[in-house]
């Protein structure tokens, strides 16, 4: 969901996703809830985070990673939001997750355009 919103809002940037555990589709709830506002999740298919990615990164986002061997990012700056995993939930919870992380990705985008606590790699792609 944080991929998905962080591609619509910076379009200019770019944003990595990956998880520790992945499902090995997009739960259906989570598909369902962002395409009532407008996003299709549905031919996405979820990632492990892999070291190479974490090489890239001048940010890290954490969803509330509680392993420390995917966790730590020596050299990284990590911001861990501590937001629920909506897989398993009812559409009910889904959607207050997703405006959890849309209010989340919003104020990254809004302190990215300030160059409030941008980080380097919060240049554009290209």
């Known amino acids: ?30 598909v369902s809830a962002m395409r009532e506002v407008g996003i299709d999740l549905s031919s996405r298919t979820p990632r ?6 974490l090489q890239r990164a001048d940010l890290v986002i954490s969803m509330g990673c509680d392993n420390p061997a995917v966790c730590e990012y020596p050299g990284r700056k990590v911001e861990d939001w501590s937001i629920e995993d909506p897989s398993s939930k009812p559409i009910e919870d889904v959607r207050r997750i997703r405006e959890q992380v ?25």
């Open 48 to 53: 492990r985070v892999e070291q190479a990615m």
């Open 1 to 30: 969901m944080a991929h998905a919103f962080f591609e619509r809002l910076a379009p200019n940037h770019v944003a990595i996703s990956g998880g520790s555990e992945p499902a090995a589709s997009v739960h259906p709830a989570v």
């Open 102 to 126: 849309r209010a989340r990705v919003e104020a990254l985008v809004a302190r990215l355009g300030a160059g409030e606590g941008a980080p380097p790699a919060a240049r554009p792609a290209g």
